[in-house]
């Protein structure tokens, strides 16, 4: 894994009233990551960009829903999730990052 596909692989975190709940109750934090991601890499991207120690990743694939725009059809984009279990006392602080 190259050092420059490892920096494409997280696109954000996800920051929701789930996602805050699922960070204080099972230590995890949620990233959107792109389609083609796999666990190795986002778990490889996380210990580089934010020097924690990473235990699991679990990953979401969501389905865009249809939706009508005025009189036109569409469809909202598909969107692959990352939930990210960190070790013991390891914590990620996004004020820090840069």
Known sequence: MSQD???????????SEKST???EKHGQVVFHVVPDAT???VKAA???LFKVQVESVQMVNI????????????KHSDVRKAYVTLKS????NFAEVK
């Open 39 to 41: 666990k190795q890499e």
């Open 63 to 74: 389905k865009g829903k249809t939706a009508h725009f005025g009189r036109f059809a569409g």
């Open 21 to 23: 709940m699922v960070g």
């Open 46 to 48: 996380i210990e580089l």
């Open 5 to 15: 596909r490892l920096m494409k692989v997280l696109l954000a975190p996800v920051v």
């Open 89 to 92: 006392g390891q914590e990620i």
